[in-house]
């Protein structure tokens, strides 16, 4: 199984439907949101996937971004901090501005995957048995290349993707 992980979009639409074209082209369903979608209308974008969306610190308007994400797909979800099950992978995805949030599911050492973002900066680390993930950003502060990155679960492969 593939999956997208993308963060920080900021509304930012082109760079967000030029990702969601690779997403198509790659055949994937299901799109971790590390935060800050930042409007319904980007969640709208998102919507007919299955959207697993941890809130960043710029979606002031939560409660209609998760309403807009579960309408158009009820597997998905969206809320503060997301812990589960990921196609026998236990992952917990987090915007990353909250350090003691992020900290706290870092040193309960129940997750093989976090995925987050807030910083603009793509990453992956390996810190205990866990893996780090913050896919960079689509939109917002440009700190580098704007990105996301594509899992496959079956082989745990990331691959980051530039998007120009």
Known sequence: MKVAILSDTHNHLANLQK???IVEEEKIQTIIHCGDVT?????LLLSPYQVILAYGNGDFNSGEIRDTLMRNNPASFAGPVFQGDLDNLRIA?????????FQNLLNCRQFDLIFFGHSHRREERIQGNTRLINPGALGGLKKEERSFCILDTHNRQIRFVLIE
């Not at 409007?39 to 969640?43: F, G, I, L, Q, S």
């Not at 995805?93 to 949030?101: I, R």
């Open 19 to 21: 990702a969601l074209r």
């Open 93 to 101: 995805v987090t915007h990353g501005h909250l350090v003691s949030t």
């Open 39 to 43: 409007t319904v209308e980007t969640a």
